[in-house]
């Protein structure tokens, strides 16, 4: 069968079709303390959208294991993937003056590797809710450019472990191909004063970049954005 992009497919999902995607961000933020950490998020939609699912007699007394299997998906409505949401850390930048856009076409981000430690799960890069909030690692993360400045095409697999309902064993695994995603920006930590990210700006090979203007030195809801291209 083949994948069709910007959907979501979840393998030992009852729901074989995959699941649309109806929200997907790619940005960054600068913490405190200057480091920057790439971020996505992602949205499906409900579970059972694109079923043929009847809330009738029939489709009630249908007792069958696949049934069940998909009202236990259904009461979990849909997926979320992010290192936002739950304020995870996403993926720490460590080259930061290469972060050109240039230096990350084809590049595969692993992130998260097994084996985890469950005892420490805050201090993964995302956070999932699959069928509840879950764990996620062993994430490969691939950039793929296009002919539009900071416009990448982005495939996404990673391990699911159903953590919620007590499980530690990574039987799911997801796949995602989203195609014509633009860099949204990189959020500046508040903390930061306006001078501290002008020079990283300046020191880092970040011309590309701007900073959007405000009117006092305090940087809450900044953002740099890319310029635009001519």
Known sequence: MSRDNNKIYISNSPFVNGHKIVDFVWNAHLDENLDLWM????????????????????????ISEENAEKQL??????????STYWNNKGIKINEIDNFDFKSINNKVFIVDPLPIDFDDTEKLAFGISMLGNDT???N???FLDTSEFG????KWKGKVANTYLGE????????????NIRFEGINIHPSL?????????????????ELLDADDS????????????L
């Open 151 to 154: 416009v990448f095409d982005i």
């Open 218 to 229: 305090t940087l809450e809801n900044y953002i740099l954005k890319l310029k635009k291209v």
């Open 168 to 179: 530690k064993e990574f039987d799911y695994e997801f796949y995602v191909y989203m195609k």
């Open 136 to 138: 996620l690692a062993q």
């Open 73 to 82: 998906w259904i009461n979990y409505d849909h997926c979320i993937i992010s």
């Open 140 to 142: 490969e993360i691939t």
């Open 39 to 62: 971020d996505l998020h992602l949205e499906s939609d409900r579970y059972d959208e694109e079923e043929e699912y009847k809330d009738d007699l029939e489709e009630i007394d249908d």
């Open 193 to 209: 004063k306006k001078d501290q990210v002008i020079n990283f700006i300046q020191s880092n090979n970040f011309n590309h970049f």
